[in-house]
């Protein structure tokens, strides 16, 4: 990369321009299609499960392959990387004009899991590169976070009008001008990589296997605990295959003289509680979120429509927040604003759990504690574990925060559904609940609510020692070169 860092955001907007694009694509993009699955599903002939996997095709190929895609960019270029991901997005994102069955769309979903997998990490990498300065990075990040929350929130709106005048198709070609745009901010605002910024340690191969195993898995199992239930081998024996290939990844990471992943820079203070918070607040949006859309339509019965307008305060917050993150921010410093935030997390998770069956306001408050504390942890958490890394493995680290929400999001979805299945009997999707049977889930909603809290909370309250080792080491050195 280019040694001039520029001084200012408005000096470096051709390449934030690129780089907000391409966090746009990431966020816009499921949550444009989920509004069209319905019309997809017709004019395909496309089963439930055919659709569930459109999405879902995406998620997973994206979660698995993120790890794998970071160490290759630390090694190979992370501009070289990105630019490639961001051709196949277009490609692919062309082909579905010509898609005519849902096997062919689902082909198209994978690789554009791919091509994500290849842009999502090295946007942040590449913003966090660009300047030397930790108040300019965490501006830039919260840029570009900013336009793609803003992408999540207009997103199912957007589809849906866009549906009334144009076919479905549509709402995946838009993709390409994204693409287009991304890539002549990238090729204009960034320079080409330099050998000095890389490494050239062999790819890991055997450890890239277990790794991508163990993740997919992670992500496929809390589905099949939803479709299947907990009474099925199936959830079971993915859980058992996932942990067991996890557990391999770890010993194949300790032993290899050129790891994918350096498990002793995992454990760095500044980068360890980075992602303890990062899983906190994946935990808690997934959960929350899971739990509040089950309430407002299955106990109390509103409307989907109504369920969705009662999220606003989360999106807003979301949206709204980032004008917020740098003044925080500077007033507490990047250590403390990560493990304050995480810790609003966990007290919006407490409100809901203890406090959600009295009434929706209780709701609306524990979705913008959650929301707040989402919107800063999201900034500084996946800073703090770039600044703990070497300068060589921004990208990898980058993939490691994500690929820890991905893998927390999808573990709270199958606690949740576990809890839920456990102690309310009876199909959930019936129309008419008995009284046992409204006791009994208000019952599991609060249980799963507080398991919820009990682990954020303790991913938090380790996050916050890690970080006080941090800073403890920080003061060491200074008094060693004193």
């Not at 913008?368 to 900034?379: C, E, S």
């Amino acid at each position: 990369m280019d040694k001039r860092e520029p001084q200012s955001l408005r000096a470096a907007w051709v390449a934030l321009t690129g780089l907000s694009a391409v966090f746009l694509f990431e966020m816009l993009d499921n949550s444009i299609l989920n509004v069209a699955l319905p019309t997809i599903g017709r004019e395909l002939h496309a089963s439930t499960v055919a659709l569930q996997w459109v999405t879902g095709a995406y998620a997973v190929v994206f979660g698995g392959l993120m790890l794998v895609f970071g160490a290759v960019a630390d090694r190979y270029g992370r501009r070289r990387v990105m630019l490639i991901g961001l051709t196949l997005l277009g490609l692919a994102s062309l082909a579905t004009a010509f898609v005519t069955t849902a096997e062919q769309l689902i082909a198209v979903r994978v690789v554009t899991g791919v091509a994500a997998a290849m842009t999502t990490p090295g946007s942040m990498a590449l913003a966090f590169r660009l300047f030397a300065e930790d108040g300019l990075r965490v501006r830039a990040t919260t840029l570009i976070s900013t336009v793609g929350l803003v992408g999540l929130a207009i997103g199912p709106t957007t589809g849906g009008f866009v549906l009334a005048v144009a076919p479905w198709q549509v709402l995946l070609l838009v993709n390409v001008p994204i693409a287009v745009l991304a890539i002549v901010g990238i090729r204009s605002g960034i320079g080409a990589d330099q050998p000095a910024d890389l490494h050239r340690d062999p790819v890991d191969v055997p450890g890239a296997a277990l790794g991508t195993a163990a993740i997919v898995l992670a992500l496929v199992t809390p589905t099949l605990f939803v479709n299947q239930g907990t009474g099925s081998w199936a959830p079971w024996a993915g859980t058992a295959v996932a942990v067991g290939a996890g557990i391999l990844f770890v010993l194949r990471e300790r032993s290899a003289r050129y790891p994918l992943l350096d498990l002793k820079l995992v454990m760095r203070p500044l980068v360890s509680s980075g992602l303890a918070c990062k899983a906190a607040a994946g935990l808690a949006t997934a959960g929350l979120g899971y739990l509040a859309t089950l309430q407002l339509q299955l106990d109390w019965g509103w409307s989907p429509a109504l369920a969705a307008a009662a999220m606003l305060p989360q999106v807003v917050v979301l949206v709204a927040g980032g004008a917020f993150v740098n003044p925080f921010v500077e007033r507490v410093g990047l250590e403390r604003a990560a493990w304050l935030s995480a810790s609003s997390v966990v007290a919006g998770l407490a409100v809901y759990g203890l406090l959600s069956r009295f009434g929706y306001v209780w709701i609306a408050v524990a979705l913008v504690l959650v929301a707040a504390g989402m919107r800063v942890v999201g900034v500084v958490a996946a800073i703090n574990v770039l600044r703990g890394l070497p300068a060589n493995r921004t990208t990898i680290g980058v993939a490691l925060t994500d690929t820890v929400t991905e893998v927390a999001s999808g573990a709270a979805i199958a606690a949740t559904g576990t809890i839920l299945a456990t102690l309310f009997a009876g199909d959930l999707a019936t129309s008419h609940w008995t009284a046992a049977q409204t006791a009994d889930f208000r019952t599991a909603v609060t249980v799963a609510g507080l398991t919820l809290t009990v682990v954020a909370g303790a991913l938090v309250g380790w996050g916050i020692i890690r970080t006080r080792n941090a800073a403890g080491s920080v003061g060491v050195e200074e008094l060693q070169h004193a």
